[in-house]
Nanobody, 126 residues
């Protein structure tokens, strides 16, 4: 399976972007897909996740209320709608997936995901 992320770009503070992650090869029908981000000099951090079958969604506190994760099973695609962007959202964004049904307490850990897409850069200018 391969993941292809796209949609990054340069946006002004308060703007919006929509990231896409297309999966090819197989689906994560019983698993989880997620977005992580990594800013220069910082560790990769959890942004949002979605359970593919149950459609349950999880968010980092820093993006709750501004970002929305969604999916289309038929298209095998996941999105991250990012509104009210701030300069601190500047980072490279990665999509990831696993076929395992993660428990909620581990869904935020990058080590739980075994398939990763390439990053897409999001830059928010103030």
């Amino acid at each position: 399976v391969q993941l292809q992320a796209s949609g990054g770009g340069l946006v002004q503070d308060g703007g919006y972007l929509r990231l896409s992650c297309a999966a090819s090869g197989r689906t994560f029908s019983n698993g989880v897909m997620a977005w992580f981000r990594q800013a220069p000099g910082k560790e990769r951090e959890f942004v949002a996740a979605i359970r593919w079958s149950a459609n349950m969604k999880y968010y980092a506190d820093s993006v709750k209320g501004r970002f929305t994760i969604s999916k289309d099973g038929a298209k095998n695609t996941m999105w991250l709608q990012m509104n009210s962007l701030k300069s601190e959202d500047t980072a490279e964004y990665f999509c990831a997936g696993t076929g395992r049904g993660l428990i909620s307490s581990t869904i935020r850990f990058a080590r739980e995901y075994d398939v990763w897409g390439q990053g897409t850069q999001v830059t928010v200018s103030s």
